[in-house]
């Protein structure tokens, strides 16, 4: 069985499988661009407050904030900031933002933004299709 969280259900999911959840996080509240594992940019949407953070869980990280959002991660503490991988904007290391992630050891597709806020046929909706294709198999 799949399990299919969407915003609060992918940060359910995450905290669930012994992943944590970023009690508050900034600038998610708008449409974006994500990058997936496959190198491509797709817009996304977004309102959410906070985050999945799946470091140190078993998980497939499979889209990411193409750019970082948020400029604070409350509930994180320094040790588990330091575990956070980064990826290099200029001359800045900033944190990589999870926003689809499968779970394997639950079969939790987790996805952080909203589906149902976007054009049925968008690129972002034929991505999450796709993906609930792979996963249930």
């Known amino acids: 069985m799949l399990i299919l969280g969407v915003c609060r259900g992918a940060q359910l999911g995450c905290a669930l499988t012994g992943g944590l959840l970023v009690q ?3 600038g998610h509240v708008s ?15 977004s309102i959410h407050h906070q985050m999945m953070y799946p470091w140190g869980v078993e998980h497939e990280l499979l889209a990411w904030t193409h750019y970082p959002k948020s400029d604070r991660y409350v ?3 320094d040790a588990e ?3 956070w991988p980064t990826r290099k904007f200029g001359e800045k290391d900033l944190p990589i933002e ?3 992630v499968w779970f394997p ?3 939790c597709l ?3 933004g ?3 806020m976007m054009r049925y046929n968008c690129s972002f909706n034929q991505y999450v299709k796709r993906l609930v294709e792979e996963k249930c198999v």
């Open 114 to 116: 909203h589906p149902e």
């Open 81 to 83: 900031l330091e575990k």
């Open 24 to 26: 508050d996080v900034s």
């Open 98 to 100: 999870p926003e689809v």
């Open 105 to 107: 050891t639950t079969k």
């Open 31 to 45: 449409d974006h661009l994500i990058t997936t594992s496959e190198d491509k940019n797709i817009p996304t949407s």
């Open 110 to 112: 987790a996805i952080q």
């Open 75 to 77: 509930g994180i503490t």
